[in-house]
């Protein structure tokens, strides 16, 4: 080592002290010039963090579909990057997700943005780690992000170019949490159960009503968790984010959806399922929240707020750390200790808040410059402030009594691969046996006629129990349900449940038959049939006297022996998932 590269050392070291502020910023943005940087840039700009700071680390997690490694960038207070030491410490985890859909890229540059403030410690702003941990996905879809133009985002003029929603393999990533079709979903999965966020954001942007606020949130929907989270996100968590973002430049208003075609007659609070980002990470009772920046503001401004909200969710999180940790854990000690889970659940009409609103008149009337016609559109010299109703309860419309194992037939490997990666715990059965489980039939089920990200989801479930002895396998999975992952358990295994592995096609197997009979072959045993069975024969025969066309046609009447006697198949619409309680 020669002496510039001694005295270079030693800088570098001094300056990674946390506490230690560097004056400037050391990555160069250029969000106010409407550009966004390219998949490399931004990886490059995140390995120039973690060679200036020793507390900071850029890791691979497995790879993406587009044969690229999803990174991780990990910001702690100390030089110590794993997980169960971390939290061994009692730290809070706060796990950011960027880049999910490439045309919204402003959390990928506010996250860059947050990394290099936290890490030159701008306004003390590094205290926060005494107690929290933050952990980044610089950028998810990086097929997506590869695939980048000035033409992705129909509805949006900056910043000029930027990626595409589908990934290397076309689909919807953030429809993609439970079913984990993408290699992105698998590597997101382990990283996100290594790490058990408390609180996981990912970031989005809208093109929704226009409207003076640049950045919106889904916020984690209270009545999705169990009682003691419920009271602290209703009471603290949800006001704290509002509360403290009002402080700031940038106000936050929550995502707004509209309850019918127009804001001033009020918004509602969406409740996202398992498919969704922060719907995922609800199964695993972690806070899990959207962010949405507003597509008609100035690229800087999107930017400049979703930086605002991380680092007031960062701040609120390392404030309250301790109750951040426990509500959690009292959460998990309330799930695994109920009787009956909702598995569907209705906005409550009659409930409602009140939140001010600034919007602008919407208007049928404006001129267009493209086709000069009259087309909908807001008009912005017309603001206005009103108070609008916010409607934010949901109650449940169907629940379950919560049985002790599920019993899944080791024939499911796609399903077993998904349980596994979610670190969901079962054993196995010793040997072949019988068990006396509870099944559902499926009776009806929708053939969605359109294929929505690579599956024909059964829109309408419903379904009939019954009782039943059937057989099991030595190496078929005993999956006992009161553990860490109950809900992830409940909500992918119980059929009718929103994201149900039944839902999305893993199950599809069971819904045609696999056996028939035929007009002439099946005379012999069914003449047989009626004959051991005097009972049967009777009925047979009386609703061959009151039902003149079945008494007319030979089909009926052996489809009638068929399908209703020992003949018909009991494996058909059996969900293959028994239940025991
Ligand atoms: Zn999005």
Redesign the pocket.
Known sequence: MNKPIILCFFFILLFSLPGLAQNKPILHLKYEQNYTPTYREVIEMYRLLDATYENAKLIENGLTDCGKPLHTFIINSEKEFNPEKIREQGKAVLLINNG??PG?PAGIDASLQFADDLLRNKNGLATLLKNTVVVIIPAYNIGGLLNRSAFNRANQTTPYETGFRGNAANYDL?RDFVKCDSENAKSFTMIFQKWNPDVFLDT???NGSDHKYSVTLIAPQPDMFPPAQKTFLRKKMIPSLYKEMKKGEYELIPYVMWMSGNPQKGILMGQFGGRYSSGYANLFNSYGMMT?NHIYKRYADRVKSCNQFITVLAKFISDNAGEVINSRKRGFEEMISAKTYAIDTQLDTTRFSKVEFKGYAADNNQISKVTGLKHFDYDRSQPFVDSIPFYSTYNSIDSVEIPKYYILPQAYKRVIERLALNKIQFTKVKNDTIIKVKVDYIDEFSNAKQPSNGHYFHNIVTTQSEIQNIKYYAGDLIIPVRQQGIKYILETLEPKAKDSFFRWNFFDNILDRREYFSSYGFEENALKYLNEHPEFKRKFQEKKKSDSEFANSHRAQLAYIYYNTEWSEKSYKRYPVGRIY
């Open positions: 999910i859909h919204e953030n989005h942007t809208t949405e």
